[in-house]
C-alpha cells in the first residue's frame, strides 16, 4: 500500500541555521510529490511540488527539495531558517487517484 | 481568483447534536476534499467529491457524510457527535490526478468544530 512517513515527529533549529525534513514514500511508479506549510491555526498552503525532470525543485520562502528515486526521499531544505517557518510541515504524494499525507513534522525556532 | 472558503470558522456543539460545515472551492476546480485534523491522529482525509460523486472515502463511521451540488460547492455533516469529533475539518480543492492533472489541493482555513 502506498504511504509517507516523516521520520521526525517535531525539530527544534535556531534561527538562521540550515533546516532538512525528511520524507520517504512507498509507491511503485514515479509519484507526484509535494511539501505544505501549515502555520497555527490557518489550512495548508502549497511550498513546492515535483512532478518529473529536475530532480531539485524551488518552492516559496525559499524552500528547496530534492527528489532521490533509489532512496524513495523527497525531503525538505531550507539554507537559512527565519523564525516566521515555525509551523507543521506535510509531505505529500499523489498515488493512481489519492492524495496520502505524511504525519507532519513540527517545526519550531529559536530565537 | 477568491480562495477556498469554509464556513463557519468556529463552532460548538454538544453531544449528541449534528453540525454541517459548508465548503465553497476555488473556481473552476471540480473536485473536493474534506479532512480531519487533530493533535492525537493528524491529518485524515474523509472524503472526496467530483462532480457531485463521492470518488475516495476513508476510514470514518457513517455519521460523517458529505455532498456535492451542482456549483462544486460541498457539504459535510456530523450526527450524534462526540466528543473525539472535536477536530480542525479542511476542506481542499483541486483538479483530481487521474483527469490529467498533478492532484496539487488547495486548502481552506478550516472550521474549529468543539464539542461539549
Known amino acids: 500500500a502506498q504511504s509517507v512517513t516523516q521520520p521526525d515527529i517535531h525539530i527544534t533549529v535556531s534561527e538562521g541555521a540550515s533546516l532538512e525534513l525528511r520524507c520517504n514514500y512507498s509507491?511503485?511508479?514515479?509519484?507526484?510529490l509535494f511539501w505544505y506549510v501549515q502555520s497555527p491555526g490557518q489550512g495548508l498552503q502549497l511550498l513546492l511540488k515535483y512532478f518529473s525532470g529536475d530532480t531539485l525543485v524551488q518552492g516559496i520562502k525559499g524552500f528547496e527539495a530534492e527528489f532521490k528515486r533509489s532512496q524513495s526521499s523527497f525531503n525538505l531544505r531550507k539554507p537559512s531558517v527565519h523564525w516566521s517557518d515555525a509551523a507543521e510541515y506535510f509531505c505529500a504524494v499523489v498515488a493512481q487517484d489519492k492524495v496520502i499525507f505524511g504525519p507532519g513534522t513540527s517545526l519550531s525556532v529559536i530565537p | 481568483k477568491a480562495g477556498v472558503t469554509q464556513t463557519p470558522r468556529y463552532l460548538i456543539k454538544t453531544r449528541g447534536q449534528q453540525v454541517t460545515l459548508s465548503c465553497s472551492p476555488i473556481s473552476g476546480h471540480r473536485s473536493v476534499s474534506w479532512y480531519q485534523q487533530t493533535p492525537g491522529q493528524g491529518l485524515q482525509f474523509l472524503f472526496e467529491y467530483f462532480s457531485e460523486t463521492q470518488r475516495n472515502k476513508g476510514n470514518f463511521p457513517g455519521r460523517f457524510s458529505g455532498r456535492q451540488f451542482s456549483n462544486s460547492r460541498s457539504e459535510m455533516n456530523v450526527s450524534t457527535l462526540e466528543l473525539g469529533d472535536s477536530a480542525l475539518y479542511l476542506c481542499?480543492?483541486?483538479?483530481?490526478?487521474?483527469?490529467?492533472?498533478?492532484?496539487?489541493?488547495?486548502f481552506g482555513e478550516g472550521s474549529r468544530l468543539t464539542v461539549l
Open positions: 509507491y511503485g511508479a514515479t509519484p507526484y
Open positions: 481542499a480543492s483541486g483538479l483530481p490526478p487521474d483527469r490529467g492533472q498533478t492532484g496539487e489541493l488547495f
